[in-house]
């Protein structure tokens, strides 16, 4: 009898990936991901922001965003590890070429296969200077 295990998300590597997002190193980022992955964006056209899928499809949408968010970073706050599932917890800072700044409170919700990022569902607060419910 053959028994195979596949290792899944831990505390180690989800600090692993955020080292790696904080570094903005597209090619470090891309190696936590399946070849198959599927990225929701927390900003887009879609009712899921917007859905980038496929490894390669990812690399660019990260290369894109740090050439105009050059020192975007992720600080944790909290992270929750539950079967093939995380959730981490974060504040996001960065200035933007078109001089957004972003300070937001977000999270990612993750699903791995194995040790391999399949999808990562990304959340922030909408910070806005109204009075609104």
């Known amino acids: ?34 070849d198959d992955c ?8 879609e009712p899921v922001g917007r859905r980038v899928h496929g490894k390669a499809a990812v690399a660019k949408v990260l290369a894109d965003r740090f050439a105009v968010i050059r020192d975007m970073r992720w600080d944790h706050v909290d992270q929750i590890v539950a079967g093939n599932r995380a ?4 504040m996001v800072t960065g200035r933007g070429d078109d001089g957004e700044v972003l300070n937001y409170r977000g999270c990612d919700i993750y699903e791995f296969r194995g040790d391999k990022i399949l999808n990562k569902d ?12």
């Open 38 to 45: 599927t990225f929701y964006m927390a900003r887009g056209p």
């Open 122 to 133: 990304t959340y922030w607060k909408l910070v806005e200077g109204r009075d609104r419910l």
């Open 1 to 34: 009898m053959t028994t195979t295990t596949h290792a899944g998300p831990t505390p180690a590597l989800l600090a692993a990936i955020n080292a790696a997002f904080n570094s903005r190193d597209v090619e470090r980022i891309m190696t936590f991901f399946a």
């Open 87 to 90: 959730v981490t917890v974060w």
